[in-house]
């Protein structure tokens, strides 16, 4: 059973500002990522389908009386997959043209890797990202995945998260172009990594300074518990 990418398109009678809730936040995250696989494999009631819930006038997702926006994928919805495998969405921006990127991991073979997709405002896939929508990409190539996004004003997308090596998780980042290739600008590949107390770190959220600088936050294994 697979999970997919999926973003809901909803609306409400609310004007409010709008927080994608993300379960498994990152204090133990190691622990979460494991419980979501398990949940999603083996609990019926569990979903296997990730929901985004998603700005689409005027960036506001909450409208009319919560009813789906059939203007979306023609349902409201819309899901991708990459692989066979778990496919699982943990993060969401919205750019300047309204055009949706949702980003998590793919599972490739035994590898999970980060992955992105890139949404029209109708809901279709963006063929001019990476020909197909979709990307995909190893940090070390064995659990990779993306929990945080932010777009920069050239419309540079920044992706965060964690990347396991050997034994441990760093903080892992990676930059791509508009068209959903590589920055190689950024490190000379495009992805850093970086490890905080040298055991399990985590990253759960991006932010970009004025400046363009990138922040980027989450949880470190001090050795008892993560800070």
Do not use: W
Not at 141 to 160: F, M, P, S
């Amino acid at each position: 059973k697979s999970c997919v990418f999926a973003v809901f398109a909803i609306l409400s009678t609310f004007n409010i500002s709008f927080t994608i809730h993300r379960e498994f936040r990152v204090s133990f995250m190691q622990y979460s990522m494991a419980f979501f696989r398990y949940a999603s494999q083996r609990l019926a009631f569990f979903p296997t389908i990730f929901t985004c819930l998603l700005l689409t006038t005027g960036i506001q997702a909450f409208a009319d009386a919560g009813s789906l926006d059939t203007s979306f994928g023609g349902t409201g919805i819309q899901s991708v997959a990459f692989n066979a495998g778990d496919d699982s969405a943990r993060a969401v921006a919205v750019q300047a043209d309204g055009k949706i990127i949702a980003g998590g991991y793919a599972k490739s073979g035994s590898s999970y890797l980060f992955a992105l997709v890139r949404y029209d405002r109708d809901g279709a896939l963006d063929t001019t990202f990476d020909t197909d929508g979709k990307v995909t990409t190893p940090i070390f190539g064995a659990d990779d995945g993306i929990t945080g996004l932010a777009v920069q004003a050239d419309g540079k997308i920044i992706a965060g998260g964690y990347a396991l090596s050997g034994s441990n998780y760093f903080f892992a980042l990676a930059r791509y172009n508009p068209d959903g290739s590589l920055d190689t600008t950024f490190d000379t590949d495009g992805k850093v990594t970086t490890s905080i107390l040298g055991v399990d770190s985590f990253a759960n959220a991006v932010s970009l300074q004025s400046n363009g600088k990138i922040l980027l936050s989450g949880g470190a294994y001090n050795g008892t518990n993560y800070d």
